[in-house]
């Protein structure tokens, strides 16, 4: 039973550029959230979507937009590059319902040059 | 708003020894969950064990306990002989029983190494 899988592992970018991180999410699982993780810190929630649509939105600005497709598999787009985009990005997958826990996928790391 | 606090940025302890991680939170809410996440090396992020907020018995898992103090807003781990294993950054986070799943909120993480 694969567990949620994220690609690529680590990516290096120049400021201005685009970038699109992808996620597939735990089998059975329907729900993707993101978070980012910058280094010494703990993950902070960037958005989370369920049925292909955003349900819920962190602090982050437009910049950062995502997409759901039919198979749950989920991207995390993030246009204009700053440097302090530089992290660790973190896709954790779930059931809907009254709590399920969340299952974290490996993690991408971003570096901004 | 909610927030997490993890005072002990860095902690050691002896292999086969106890260790208590530290959390403090603050909600206005009455009913939620609480967490303690271990991230080794490897990045992957790993539920050690989690709490619900309406019930009082702490909860435990194996090696790992936590002591629930709701009218202070605390929550700590303790882990119980300690093995090498247990070398990672421990993050405490706080979910919103009545909100979205996705909104974890974390703490800053406290590292934790253990000695041989």
């Known amino acids: 039973d694969a567990g949620v899988t994220q690609s690529p592992t680590h990516l290096i970018k120049t400021r201005g550029q685009q970038v699109t991180l992808r996620c597939s999410p735990k089998?059975?699982?329907?729900?993707v959230s993101w978070y980012q993780q910058a280094l010494g810190q703990g993950p902070q929630f960037i958005f989370q979507?369920?049925?292909?649509?955003?349900?819920q939105r962190g602090n982050f600005p437009d910049r950062f937009s995502g997409h759901q497709f039919p198979n749950y598999s989920s991207e995390l787009n993030v246009n204009a590059l700053l440097l302090g985009d530089s992290a660790l990005y973190l896709c954790?997958?779930?059931?809907?319902?009254?709590?399920?826990?969340?299952?974290f996928g490996d993690g991408t790391r971003l570096s901004i040059l | 708003a909610q927030t997490v606090t993890q005072s002990q940025p860095e902690m050691s302890v002896q292999e086969a020894e106890t260790v208590t991680l530290s959390c403090t939170y603050d909600t206005s809410e009455n009913n939620y969950y609480l967490f303690w996440y271990k991230q080794p090396p490897s990045r992957q992020m790993i539920l050690v064990i989690r709490?619900?907020?309406?019930?009082?018995q702490n909860a435990t898992e194996n090696r790992f306990s936590v002591n629930f103090q709701k009218a202070a807003k605390s929550f700590s781990l303790k882990i119980s002989d300690s093995q090498l294993g247990d070398t990672a950054m421990y993050f405490c986070a706080f979910l919103n029983y009545g909100g979205s799943q996705g909104n974890l909120i974390f703490g800053k993480g406290t590292k934790l190494s253990v000695k041989p």
């Open positions: 089998s059975g699982h329907d729900t």
């Open positions: 979507y369920y049925e292909e649509e955003e349900r």
């Open positions: 709490q619900e907020a309406y019930k009082q």
């Open positions: 954790a997958s779930s059931n809907t319902g009254v709590y399920q826990p969340q299952h």
